[in-house]
């Protein structure tokens, strides 16, 4: 896979709306959970998320780039049902810049490996 550019990912990041449904700090919950901690923790770990069941089931999984590329590529795919079935990320290269942001996020800050 390639590296991404964390200044490229955060200009995807708010053009393909993640912005929306995810605020980029480790505590506000808009429609889905905050991203700022989530590179490297386990799928559906934020503590004040109701994530749906499919995703739940993935909890021994972690997020990393290898994770996060399938997740982002097909969410459905990758967890039948999940409530981001709609919010694909078809390009390679900007789910590269994506998942390098998301990681610069949680170098960034003090996050628990829950
Ligand atoms: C319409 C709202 C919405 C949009 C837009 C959206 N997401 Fe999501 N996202 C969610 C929801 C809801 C969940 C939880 C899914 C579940 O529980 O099945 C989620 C889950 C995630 C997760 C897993 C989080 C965890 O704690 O396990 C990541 C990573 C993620 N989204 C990244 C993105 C990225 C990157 C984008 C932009 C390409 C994006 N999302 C766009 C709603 C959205």
């Not at 069941?53 to 969410?75: G, H, Q, V």
Request: proline share 5%; aromatic share 8%; with cysteine.
């Amino acid at each position: 896979m390639d590296i991404g550019s964390v200044e490229k990912g955060a200009a995807a990041f708010a053009a393909a709306s993640c912005v929306a449904c995810h605020a980029v700090d480790d505590t506000t919950v808009r429609n889905g959970p905050p991203v700022g901690c989530t590179y490297e923790r386990a799928v559906a770990g934020h503590p004040d998320f109701p994530y749906s069941a499919t995703l739940a089931d993935n909890r021994e999984t972690r997020w990393t780039a290898e994770s996060l590329d399938a997740f982002l590529s097909e969410p459905d795919a990758w967890s039948g049902g999940t409530a981001m079935a709609g919010a694909a990320v078809p390009d390679q290269q900007d789910r590269a810049d994506i998942i390098a942001y998301l990681a610069s996020l949680a170098l960034a800050r003090e996050c628990s490996r829950r």
